[in-house]
């Protein structure tokens, strides 16, 4: 699908486009329908738009193994870690109020961090299992 | 009036055996995988119709709505949701590597293969 | 007068969609060329997520779309390239599964005769915790999608349970297919060290 020009061309316009549509989508999760899963889904189909029209190796190109290994487990970790940190700070397990002086502005913070995280390891996950299944056939 | 209330959830259920009949009346794993996702969606959509209120929006909290949508049942779904598919792709993993260690993705020809060891 | 004419055209709406569902969902099931049937599984799925924005759940309609249009129907069609396009044709009538799913079928039909109608405001449903939470939200969190501040915060301990599953499930495709390049097919070819 390489050789294809319009592939090609139309691919490396709306790639750009797909990842600012996947971080809006993460961001404005507070005001509209959106959040980190839809967000992260998103983020992975750019990722493999690229493999099926350019090859897998392109990817592994952008993206290597070892970076996809890293952001899975740090995604997880941030969510895990916010409660930590509020456990650290004298609440509960992730009891956002603790995070910031303003009750409000502390859960703001946490459930931007928590779907932070989410979008991290959704991404990742997505990405990993599509080149794991792509990069089977020999 | 009344039976005309419930014909939601009767064609869900409908869509349900439908997907429940993939799952045990092929032989294909891969098929049967996609069964057990049509049966996994339409349980959704029976959540989703179950959290529905007449005259409601969906649960965005604007100033000119008066009432909203049940957004427990959404929660529910979305994690529900996502599970799914990491379960399916896992499922789908495991066929690959049937496929490679027997030959086939037949459920009887797997069964007959693993008899005659 | 318009209220009226709106809620008719939701229900007739209501009803074309769930109408497509079956006649895709019978489709899955006749058609024996795997490709044909992931396409239609697709299908399903984007006809879902058009019901979920009529009923009202637009975060559902939106990871719907993404997951079960995107992420699914591609994880099958690259199984099917791995696996193989055509489902062998079936030897025997299937009697015992079809009245099986027939007993199953009417039994849940039987259970749905205690429910309340759909979309009645006054559902044990809507009573408990929803308006709780749709009433304290602006005060306790204060974010507008009340879904996300339910996602995130009231019920955060099963979001990262979710987020477990995900990873998990990452986990366990990485152990058992790798992501190295495979050169040639070897049948005792060691474990891949992901």
């Not at chain 3, 899955?28 to 006809?47: E, P, Q």
Request: charged share 15%; proline share 4%; no cysteine.
């Amino acid at each position: 699908m390489r050789d294809n020009p319009v592939l090609r061309v139309v691919t490396k316009i709306t790639i750009p486009i797909i990842l600012l549509f996947s971080l809006y989508v993460q961001f404005h999760g507070d005001y509209g329908p959106g959040g980190g899963f839809q967000a992260g889904v998103i983020f992975a189909a750019a990722f493999i738009l690229y493999a099926l029209v350019f090859g897998t190796q392109a990817v592994r190109i952008v993206v290597s193994p070892s970076i996809l290994r890293l952001l899975t487990a740090s995604g997880l970790l941030l969510f895990a870690g916010v409660g930590m940190v509020t456990m650290l700070l004298g609440g509960h397990y992730l009891d956002y109020d603790t995070l910031a002086q303003n009750p409000l502005h502390g859960q703001h913070l946490g459930i931007f961090l928590v779907e932070l995280g989410v979008g991290i390891t959704v991404a990742a996950v997505m990405i990993t299992v599509f080149l794991a299944f792509a990069g089977r056939r020999d | 009036m009344d039976m005309f209330a419930l014909y939601n959830y009767w064609v869900v259920i409908f869509l349900m055996m439908t997907g429940f009949y993939v799952v045990i009346a092929s032989g294909n794993l891969v098929k049967k995988i996609i069964g057990l996702n049509l049966f996994q969606a339409s349980v959704f959509i029976l959540y989703i119709s179950m959290g529905k209120v007449s005259g409601g929006a969906a649960p965005i909290l604007r100033e000119t709505v008066q009432t909203y949508s049940n957004p427990l049942p959404h929660v529910l779904i979305l994690t529900a949701i996502v599970v799914g598919v990491a379960t399916t792709a896992l499922g789908l993993a495991l066929v690959v590597r049937i496929k490679e260690a027997y030959g086939t993705a037949e459920e009887d020809e797997i069964h007959s293969q693993d008899e005659s060891l | 007068m318009a209220g009226r004419v709106r809620t008719t055209v939701i229900e007739l709406i209501n009803i074309v969609l769930l109408g497509l569902l079956v006649i895709t969902a019978i489709a899955a099931i006749r058609l024996h060329d795997l490709f044909a049937v992931t396409i239609m599984f697709g299908i399903f799925s984007l006809l879902a997520a058009v019901l979920f924005v009529v009923l009202d759940a637009v975060d559902v309609a939106f990871t719907e779309a993404a997951v079960g249009v995107g992420i699914s129907t591609i994880l099958m069609l690259a199984t099917i390239g791995l696996v193989g396009r055509q489902e062998k044709q079936p030897t025997h009538r299937p009697l015992l599964p079809l009245i099986v799913v027939a007993v199953t079928g009417a039994a849940l039909v039987y259970g749905t005769f205690d429910m309340p109608h759909f979309a009645a405001p006054d559902a044990p449903i809507q009573q408990h915790v929803a308006p709780r939470y749709l009433e304290q939200s602006p005060n306790e969190i204060g974010i507008p999608n009340v879904v996300t501040a339910v996602l995130a915060s009231y019920r955060g301990y099963d979001t990262l349970g979710e987020l477990t599953v995900i990873f998990t499930a990452g986990i366990g495709v990485l152990a058992l297919l790798g992501l190295r390049r495979r050169r040639s097919r070897l049948a005792d070819s060691p474990e891949e060290e992901p």
